[in-house]
């Protein structure tokens, strides 16, 4: 595993929600890149969608606190959306019907690919349609 990841809706709200299914896992594998001094690459539409997630819960503010420490912090890039880049998500969205991806994964996946990513904190099984290890759904290394 490289030293920089992906980082889903799935893994922010593992980590902002107390009740949240994947809250272990993402506080593991947290954990693990601490220590490994590892970096988190993530985008704007994915933290829009854990602002929208948490918008009527407890969690609210940690998401927006959440949000702007991704924005600070210097070992995670939040990759920003250009229409250009929208567009082409549409298009990666619209060629494959035959799959239930959000265009926030179809987004995630091309950003993924331009940087030559394979490992996503996610336990979504879509990140798996798509080629790519969903971190969430294994335990990280001892």
């Given amino acids: 595993m490289k030293g920089i990841v992906f ?3 799935g893994y922010w709200l593992g980590l902002v929600r107390q009740r949240d299914n994947w ?13 490994k001094r590892g970096r988190i690459v993530t985008t704007d539409l994915v933290l829009w969608e854990v602002l929208n997630a948490a ?6 503010s940690l998401a927006a606190e959440l949000y702007w420490e991704c924005r600070r912090d210097r070992n995670c890039e939040v990759v920003d959306s250009s229409p250009e880049q929208i567009h082409e998500a549409v298009d990666h969205y619209t060629r494959h019907t035959d799959k239930a991806w959000s265009l926030t994964d179809c987004r995630s ?13 996610a ?3 879509h990140f ?3 080629g790519f290890r969903a971190l969430l759904l294994e335990d990280p290394p001892q």
Avoid: I
Avoid at 24 to 34: F, N, V
């Fill in 123 to 125: 336990a979504d099984h």
């Fill in 23 to 35: 809250r272990r896992q993402a506080r593991a594998w947290k954990s693990w890149l601490q220590a």
């Fill in 109 to 121: 996946f091309l950003v993924m690919r331009g940087r030559r990513l394979q490992d996503a904190l």
């Fill in 55 to 60: 918008s009527a819960t407890a969690g609210r």
């Fill in 128 to 130: 798996v349609q798509a």
């Fill in 7 to 9: 980082a889903d809706t």
